[in-house]
């Protein structure tokens, strides 16, 4: 198949290229590269022998984006494209709807005018917003006590979405709410890499461990959890990438239809942290300092949905996504 990839040089949406070309489709990349580097296209081709289509526009451009869509006979797209950071998009809820929901928007129009009618969309957890159940299975509530405009965006590009769909009965919509990607392809070639000082918390343990940084801060040991640390669930972007593909068969059957990408178990900020130390070799200096507004104590996913209708279930441990971690650090350094 030819899959429009938006967002394809970052961090998913690379591993995910590198899975598909592996799998035998084409792949075009459309990315802004605003948090991403041109260079990943070069480490896709190294890991697959593959080189993607690449075009540098973002979304907001609609008639650029239309073009490509024109030139090409695209079977689907895989949409990733998208800021991402809670605290900038508290600062800038503005420029957050309009790249998120714009974007997404013209993509969608573009798709309509070239009779594309099957999408994959990246979503996130966030969606769940604060519940009392810790644990979040795919039939819960959507929408509600979202803490910041970047979760409220998912949220609504779900809806818009679902609408899309019920305006044509031909149109096919999976929405993949992921838990915590963490990790990256064994080679180390690809991987997570913001620019700036990071907001999530592998990232950060990755600038303390190269020694960019000096400490991570854990926010908050006052939770009410096994050992007062936020609880979350971890997956490894490789089991993360495989859901896409395991994904793609659903698009058979027209309808909107979410699945959460998580391993259904809790590991806390400390046990990350104790078990890169192991793992590495080295202590890893941090220090606990007030929770993070906005945080919740625990959340993780509930994957049934995915195994079920999907048959795909996560394969790699924390373990295998610290070690990698490491390839990766010892690349870039
Ligand atoms: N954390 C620290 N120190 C840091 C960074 C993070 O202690 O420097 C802690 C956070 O307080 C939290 C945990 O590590 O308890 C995970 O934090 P992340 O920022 O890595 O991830 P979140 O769970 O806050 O957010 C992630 C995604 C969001 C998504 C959300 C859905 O990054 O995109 O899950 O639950 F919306």
């Not at 090409?72 to 494209?81: E, K, R, T, W």
């Not at 769940?128 to 405009?149: C, F, H, L, V, W």
């Not at 990438?241 to 391993?263: C, D, R, V, Y």
Request: proline fraction near 5%; glycine fraction near 8%.
């Amino acid at each position: 198949m030819r899959i429009l990839v938006t967002g394809g040089t970052g961090y998913i949406g690379s591993h995910v290229s590198v899975d598909l070309l592996n799998e035998g489709h084409e792949v075009i990349i459309i990315d802004s590269l605003i948090n991403s580097k041109a260079s990943t296209i070069n480490k896709i081709a190294k890991i697959t022998g593959k080189t993607p289509l690449f075009y540098q526009d973002d979304l907001t451009n609609y008639e650029s984006i239309q073009k490509i869509f024109k030139n090409h006979g695209v079977d689907l797209v895989i949409h990733f494209a998208g800021l991402k950071s809670v605290s900038e998009s508290v600062e800038k809820p503005l420029f957050y709807y309009h790249e998120n929901i714009t974007g997404t928007i013209n993509l969608l129009k573009c798709m309509q005018d070239s009779q594309v009618e099957k999408i994959i969309f990246s979503s996130s957890a966030t969606v769940y917003g604060d519940s009392e159940a810790k644990e979040r299975t795919e039939t819960m509530p959507t929408g509600q006590n979202i803490a910041n405009p970047y979760g409220r965006t998912k949220y609504m590009i779900e809806e818009i979405l679902k609408d899309v769909c019920a305006s044509d009965p031909n149109f096919s919509t999976v929405a993949l709410r992921y838990f915590n990607p963490i990790g990256n392809h064994p080679s180390g070639l690809i991987g997570e890499d913001p620019n700036g000082i990071p907001n999530n918390l592998m990232p950060y343990v990755m600038k303390v461990a190269s020694g960019e940084l000096k400490e991570l801060s854990i926010y908050g040991n006052d939770y009410n959890t096994p050992d007062g640390t936020c609880r979350r669930d971890f997956i490894h972007v490789t089991d993360l990438s495989n859901g896409h593909l395991a994904a793609i068969k659903a698009l058979e059957t027209p309808g909107f239809k979410a699945f959460n990408l998580g391993t259904g178990t809790p590991t806390s900020v400390l046990e990350i942290v104790t078990a890169f130390e192991k793992i590495s070799g080295k202590s890893l200096p941090y220090k606990f300092v007030a929770r993070r507004p906005g945080d919740l104590a625990e959340i993780w996913a509930n994957p049934s949905k995915a195994k079920k209708e999907l048959n795909w279930k996560t394969k790699l441990t924390i373990e295998d996504a610290l070690k990698d971690t490491l390839t990766f650090l010892e690349n870039h350094q």
